[in-house]
C-alpha cells in the first residue's frame, strides 16, 4: 500500500516511517514543513530506500496539499504534522492555531477530494492526537474513548479542534477516519525541550534538571516505538469513524523519571566530580495551567486489535539514555541554534 505520513521529520513521525520501510513492504511519501522539530537526519537509516520519497511542504498550504495527495494516490494519510509542545503553545499559540487546526483543515480537504475521485476501498485517514484533549485526571480513574473533552492548554485545545474536525468530515461527507489519543511518549530522536531528552542533555552537560512544580504531576510513559506498532494496527485494521486510546500503563510522577534517568546514568556515566547526578535536580516555577495526572484505559485497542506495548518503562527508558549517549552528533544536530530558554511563563512573568 502507500502511505502519506505528515510530520514524517518529527519524532514520532520517523519512528512510523521507519516502522514502516523497516517492517512492512509499504511505500512512503513524508510530509513535512521541517520546523525546529523536523530533522530528517533522524530518518537516515531508510532515506535510499526506493520506498521512501520526502516532499518538503507546508499543511498550511491548501493547494500544494491537494496537488500531494492527488499525485501521491494514496491508501493511507497519517497525519502527524503539528505544533506538539504545550510550554510553546502557552507562549506563542498562534502557530497551534495555524498548523494544528487549519493545516489539519486542508490535509482533511485534500484526503476528501481525492477519496470522492477514487474507488479505493482501502482509503483511511487516520488522525493521530493526544490524550491531552480529555484534561487533567485527579488521583483516580482512566481516560477511555467515552471521557469527555476538557483541554486546558493552547495546544491542546487545538488538538481537540482538530478532533472534531476529523469526525465531522467522517460524518459529513463521508470519509474514512480514524483517532487515535494516545499518552506520553519517550524514545530516541525526540527533540530535548520534552522531559525526558531535556534531562538526559541537561545531566551530561552537568546542567540543572528543572522539575516544574514540586514534581508530583503524572504522565502515562509509552515508548515511541510501541506508538508505532499501535498507530499501524489502527491504520490498517482500525474501524472507520472509530477512536482507540494508546497508553502505557507507565504512570509516574514527573520526579520518578527524572531519579529513573539519574540513577541510569549514575551506572553507565557516573559524574566526574563524584557527586550524584540528583544533585542536579532544581524544583523551578509551575506550568502555567498544569495538568496533574494523565491515565488511559487501553482495553478498546488490545480488545479489538489486539495491541499491547512490548517495552516496559525500565527498559524503554535504559534504551534511551542509552541511545542519548551513543548519539551527540544528532543532539547536537538538533540542538544547534536552539535556545534553551525556559518556555512557557510569558504570560505569567
Ligand atoms: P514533533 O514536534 O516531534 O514533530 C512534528 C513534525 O511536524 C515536525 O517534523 C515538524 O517539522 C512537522 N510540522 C510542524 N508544522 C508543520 C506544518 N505546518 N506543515 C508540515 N509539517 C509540519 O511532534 P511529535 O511529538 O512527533 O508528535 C507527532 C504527533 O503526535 C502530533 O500530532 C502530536 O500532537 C501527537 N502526539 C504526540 C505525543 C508525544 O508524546 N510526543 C503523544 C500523543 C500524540
Ligand atoms: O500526553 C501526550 C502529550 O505529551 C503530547 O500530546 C505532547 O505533544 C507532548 O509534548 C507531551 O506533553 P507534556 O506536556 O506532558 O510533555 P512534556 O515533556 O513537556 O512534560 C512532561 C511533564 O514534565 C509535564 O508534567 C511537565 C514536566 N516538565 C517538563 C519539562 C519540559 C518538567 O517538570 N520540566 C521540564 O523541563
Known sequence: MKFIVTGGAGFIGSAMIRFLIDETDHS?????????????????????????????????????????????????????????HVDRSVDAPGEFIQTNIIGTFNVLNAARSYFESTSNKNFMFHHVSTDEVFGSLGDDGFFTEETSYDPRSPYSASKASSDHLVRAWGATYGLPVVITNCSN???????????IPLIIMNAFNEKPLPVYGDGSNIRDWLHVDDHARALYRVATEGKP????????????????????????????????SHSRYKDLITHVQ???????????DTSKIERELGWKPQETFETGMARTVQWYLGNQTWCDAVSDGYSQTRLGLKSVN
Open 185 to 195: 511518549n519517550y524514545g530516541h530522536y525526540q527533540f530535548p525541550e520534552k522531559l
Open 28 to 84: 512512503v511519501l513524508n510530509v513535512d514543513k521541517l520546523t525546529y522539530a523536523g530533522n530528517l537526519q533522524s530518518l537516515t537509516s531508510i532515506s535510499e530506500n526506493p520506498r521512501y520519497q520526502f516532499v518538503n511542504a507546508d499543511i498550511c498550504d491548501a493547494d500544494k496539499m491537494t496537488e500531494i495527495v492527488a499525485d501521491f494516490q494514496p491508501d493511507k494519510i497519517m497525519h502527524l504534522a503539528a505544533e506538539s
Open 241 to 272: 469513524g472509530e477512536t482507540y486510546n494508546i497508553g502505557g500503563k507507565n504512570e509516574k510522577t514527573n520526579l520518578e523519571v527524572v531519579a529513573t534517568i539519574c540513577d541510569l546514568l549514575e551506572g553507565v556515566k557516573p559524574r566526574a
Open 286 to 296: 509551575d506550568r502555567p495551567g498544569h495538568d496533574f495526572r494523565y491515565a488511559i
